[in-house]
């Protein structure tokens, strides 16, 4: 068996408040570091920074494969089940006469403490969906301590007038915080042509405590043309007590203003704000999000609905794009293979959803 590393699809979300990694080694300091939280000792394997086995796999995030000795995929899955996976081993392999228990495995979980105070700093609201840009950090002379995302409005992308939002997050990976006796966080934009950014600098805010890790955020007025992209200057001051290190750093990241499908959804509701997402429950227990139950689509479902929820307007949806309780299906939806749901694959699910017995289809 083998856990495999694809990319982080909740960054800055849980416990670990994981943020996403900006090279292999830091993808390997996870791994390292999610060994120790699941006590688990499964091995890993780990994707290139391209992604090129998540993309292989259908961009699921949680999915499961059995490959038999041949190198032939036996049994596939969009959602890990490990009770469907044990019937599925049992047909493949026969059954054992005593199943391992989880309480037989003596796990040995550590826990990483906090190097700083959490949840002082009030969390911006962003307006609505946002669509995460494709960041490229610039090589300097310190660990990127400080990862940017960058998100915009929807209709950004196509040429109009929006908001973005910038967030700057400590990465836990390196238990650095932020020193409020210092200069607080300065951002800026340089001029690009067909790029408006205003204000096109900003300045952290001043905190009362000595020391916290919640993250600087900013949102900015954008207007740029498609394609387009812009170089921005972060300068801060990284923190660690344990090495007993506080340095003024210096960093740039190119921005490209195209959506980035392999950056994750941050999960804003609570996040930011503590806003939580439109028809979007919190996953994990059953009936409120997480695996669907059954096999149906959600109440009132029609091909319109959910056409309407391709955010980057391109006529598909990607599994990013579905809500929650429909990814699992998305191999069921996506009859052709190829990794999306157009209109027709839309239409032919109202038809099956209407066949058996489900909301009646609105007319078109």
């Known amino acids: 068996m083998f856990f495999v590393y694809k990319s982080l699809a909740h960054p800055e979300g849980g416990s670990n408040s994981y943020i996403r990694p900006v090279n292999l080694q830091e993808r390997l300091m996870h791994v390292a570091e999610a060994k120790k939280t699941l006590g688990a000792t499964v091995p890993w394997l780990v994707d290139t920074m391209d992604n090129d086995l998540k993309h292989a796999l259908g961009d699921r995030p949680n999915s499961e494969f059995v490959i038999d ?26 059954k054992v006469e005593n199943p391992t228990q989880i309480s037989d495995l003596d796990l040995k979980i550590e826990t990483t403490p906090k190097p700083a105070a959490s949840g ?42 929006g908001k973005m939002y910038l967030g700057f997050h400590l990465d836990p990976l390196y238990h650095v915080h ?9 951002f800026e934009i340089a001029g690009a042509e067909g790029v408006q950014v205003s204000p096109g600098e900003g300045t952290g805010p001043k905190v009362e405590v000595e020391a916290d890790i919640d993250p600087r955020e900013f949102l900015v007025d954008i207007e740029a043309d498609s394609g387009k992209s812009f170089e921005l200057t972060v300068k801060y001051f990284a923190c660690n007590d344990e090495q007993g290190f506080c340095i003024p750093v210096t960093q740039t990241y190119v921005v490209h203003l195209a959506q980035d499908r392999d950056a994750g959804n941050p999960r804003r509701g609570g996040s930011r704000g503590g806003r939580p997402e439109a028809g979007r429950p919190e996953a994990g227990r059953p009936g409120e999000g997480g695996p ?16 309407q929820m391709d955010r980057d307007k391109d006529g ?26 157009d209109r027709k694959e839309a239409e032919a699910v109202e038809r099956r959803f209407g066949q058996q017995g489900g909301t009646r289809p609105r007319p078109r």
Request: glycine share 8%; no cysteine.
């Open 120 to 161: 002082v700093v009030e969390r911006v609201k962003t307006p609505g969906s946002m669509q995460a840009l494709h960041v490229v950090p610039q090589e300097g002379q310190h660990p990127f301590y400080v990862k940017l995302r960058a998100e915009v409005d929807q209709h950004v992308l196509r040429g109009r007038e």
């Open 69 to 94: 000795p041949d190198g032939n995929i036996a049994v596939m899955r969009d959602w890990s089940r490990p009770s469907e996976l044990r019937a599925d081993l049992e047909k493949l392999v026969g």
């Open 316 to 341: 598909k949806l990607s599994r990013e794009e579905l809500p929650p309780q429909m990814r699992e299906r998305m191999s069921r939806m996506d009859t052709n293979g190829d990794g999306f749901v």
């Open 292 to 307: 669907p139950q059954g096999n149906r689509p959600p109440g009132g479902f029609t091909a319109d609905r959910l056409m």
């Open 178 to 186: 932020w020193n409020n006796q210092a200069k607080p966080l300065t």
